[in-house]
């Protein structure tokens, strides 16, 4: 089976639909995973307020991120794609996007909060 290049952008999509309709929230998700079973290990949430994060955690949407999360982690490293274990899921509302990164870029956006 072929590496679906749609497939992540497609599951994000349903979950913000989900979740998002009507959110005014930005911020990004940095997460991180052992490259040696592609699972998530850490994710660090990065928003305008205390309060948007609990109101994801509280909704619902920050426990559907993090199993989407590692579904998706391990998917790219069956399918043997760079930076399978770590990158940033960005927020803009009611719109989600993925970047898969180098392990050193989300380490330095942890570390360098914006």
């Not at 993090?66 to 982690?73: A, P, W």
Request: net charge negative.
């Amino acid at each position: 089976m072929n590496y679906d290049f749609s497939f992540d952008q497609a599951r994000l999509n349903q979950l913000a639909d989900q979740y998002l309709e009507h959110s005014s929230v930005t911020g990004r998700i940095l997460f991180l995973g052992s490259s040696t079973e592609n699972r998530l290990d850490l994710a660090t949430w990065q928003l305008n307020t205390e309060e948007d994060y609990e109101a994801f955690t509280c909704s619902g949407f920050k426990l559907q991120v993090m199993e989407l999360l590692d579904t998706l982690m391990t998917y790219r490293a069956q399918h043997k794609q760079p930076n399978a274990s770590q990158g940033v899921i960005h927020i803009n509302g009611s719109r989600l996007s993925i970047e898969w990164l180098p392990k050193y870029e989300v380490e330095a956006m942890r570390n360098n909060v914006s």
